[in-house]
């Protein structure tokens, strides 16, 4: 076991040592010298991990240790070139991200002392839908609610600043989701008619996607937000078809998203524009076009090719506009190169695969559909940023988990990974012993109940129907209410022997050496 830990602690150490090295290296190119005033902010998140990983030992013993490392890895990347950004441009946008880690941090002990059983959350289901549709409709109130580039996604609480509340409202909503597929999952499995190949759903069992699609259309049409419509109704389909196993949800759900986005283009001038940017990104008209050009697109994809192999060096001059935010990811190729995008990617790859493989090893249905829902909804976020910088697909406005700048995502996504760890604690944890002295008296105690209750039917006088003969047979003084009791069934009670039961029940096993009452 000591061995085990020694080999756990030692890849959070290997991916500090890496993080600190960058910070280095990119001060040094930048300015000089390490600035002081990050130098406590940054022991200070140090010494936080150190004490999240110990608490994750103590409490969760059987949980993934392979997240943290590559949470802290992105998110120590994400902060580095945030930081390399502020030099450049005299901003402090990177003290302000650390911040916003150390009250994620301490956010995500919490959950990892107190959230011992993740399936507490399936009692508040309802509750957490409820929650999540009013984070989700938060922005649009009055006097709370902001508009930036177009999408009305952002609230601002003063004396706090501002945030992006659909973050918390995709935890939540995932929480509803698992709870209502696991409660309704033989009923949405059996299928329809077969069309082509492809066996239909039943129509009377298309009712909860047609409301999420209503939903999501909503918040397109509301919010003008294409990017958080498009997440919450995949990430509903991605669970519909964990819980079913049926390919049809999946088919329906790509032509009714498709069908609403296309109407929605033509609907609404912000997310036209989108469109027609990424369809012809590198046009005159498209890329002088204000607002809405692909100027930004086009930047983006020169920043990527000047990177080349293994790029410019951390704290080179850029190419890349809104590199701390929307395109951090075009950054980071520009300056790590190819190889390390590439990199990234297999960080996010490791997360993924351990939060699908704790969704397949655990047996509780509903911690399977909350494990494969949450890590969906990180893998869909980082395909839509990518794809949406590489033209791939047109942008949607998300951002990148771990390593762009905001405190909203960075704290959902850190207590999405808490849940994965929690999860993968349970699907990890051993099978009981079945020779322990405590499981023998569980079941030698199971088996008592269920002869006493067979030796109380015994006894029990047993009741027959009268029949018409019987009825014709008997003499008129003889009430008909009487019951008919068989004698053929001997009585415990009269037999000459008395009854001995078939098995004995051992005495309760002493409790730290003393007598169990």
């Not at 259309?217 to 498009?230: A, I, N």
């Not at 990890?428 to 012993?433: I, L």
Request: proline fraction near 5%; charged fraction near 10%.
């Amino acid at each position: 076991m000591i061995a085990t830990r020694l080999r756990q602690i030692s890849l959070l150490l290997i991916a500090m040592a890496i993080s600190a090295l960058a910070f280095i290296q990119m001060f040094q190119r930048t300015a000089g010298e390490f600035p002081m005033q990050y130098a406590g902010m940054l022991a200070l998140v140090v010494v936080l991990f150190l004490v999240l990983w110990g608490l994750i030992v103590h409490f969760q013993p059987y949980a993934s240790q392979s997240i943290l490392p590559c949470v802290l890895l992105l998110t120590a990347t994400g902060v580095t070139m945030i930081a390399r950004i502020d030099q450049s441009e005299g901003w402090a946008v990177a003290q302000r991200q650390l911040v916003w880690l150390c009250i994620a941090i301490v956010l995500s002990a919490l959950l990892i002392i107190f959230l011992k059983d993740y399936r507490v959350l399936r009692r508040f289901s309802y509750v957490s839908m409820v929650v999540g549709l009013v984070l989700l409709l938060a922005p649009m109130l009055p006097f709370i609610g902001m508009e930036v580039n177009g999408a009305r996604i952002w609230i601002r609480i003063p004396g706090l600043g501002q945030f992006q509340p659909g973050e918390f409202a995709k935890l939540f909503l995932a929480f509803f989701f698992a709870a209502y597929l696991f409660d309704h999952r033989d009923r949405l499995a059996v299928g329809g008619r077969k069309v082509l190949g492809l066996q239909l759903p039943r129509i009377k069992d298309l009712g909860p996607i047609i409301v999420v699609w209503i939903a999501s259309m909503g918040v397109l049409v509301m919010q003008r937000d294409l990017g958080t419509s498009l997440m919450f109704f995949a990430m509903f389909v991605a669970m519909l078809y964990t819980a079913t196993g049926r390919k049809s949800w999946i088919i329906i759900g790509l032509i009714a998203f498709a069908a609403g986005a296309v109407l929605a283009a033509g609907a609404f001038s912000h997310v036209g524009q989108r469109i027609d940017a990424w369809l012809h990104p590198f046009s005159n008209e498209q890329y002088n076009k204000t607002p809405g050009g692909s100027w930004q697109l086009v930047t983006g994809i020169f920043g990527l090719a000047a990177g080349g192999m293994l790029g410019t060096g951390l704290g080179q001059p850029s190419l890349v506009t809104f590199a701390n935010s929307d395109f951090i990811y075009a950054s980071l190729g520009e300056e790590l190169g190819l190889m390390g995008v590439l990199a990234m990617l297999m960080l996010y790859l490791l997360i993924i695969a351990s939060g699908f493989i704790t969704a397949m090893k655990i047996k509780d249905g509903f911690g399977k559909l909350l494990a494969s829902g949450l890590v969906f909804t990180m893998a869909f976020q980082v395909f839509t940023v990518v794809g949406g910088i590489t033209l791939v697909i047109p942008l949607t406005g998300l951002t990148l988990p771990y390593m762009a700048a905001g405190g909203s995502s960075l704290i959902a996504n850190y207590i999405l990974a808490t849940l994965l760890i929690i999860i993968s604690n349970s699907a990890n944890a051993p099978e009981p012993e079945l020779t322990s002295d405590t499981f023998q008296y569980e079941a030698l105690a199971v088996l008592r109940n269920k002869e006493l209750e067979a030796r109380a039917r015994a006894t029990e006088p047993i009741v027959q129907p009268r029949s018409a003969s019987a009825t014709a047979s008997q003499s008129e003084s003889e009430s008909f209410d009487d019951p008919i009791v068989d004698t053929t069934t001997p009585s415990y009670t009269d037999a000459d022997e008395p009854y001995t039961p078939t098995g004995t029940i051992p005495p309760l096993p002493p409790v730290n050496g003393g007598t169990r009452v």
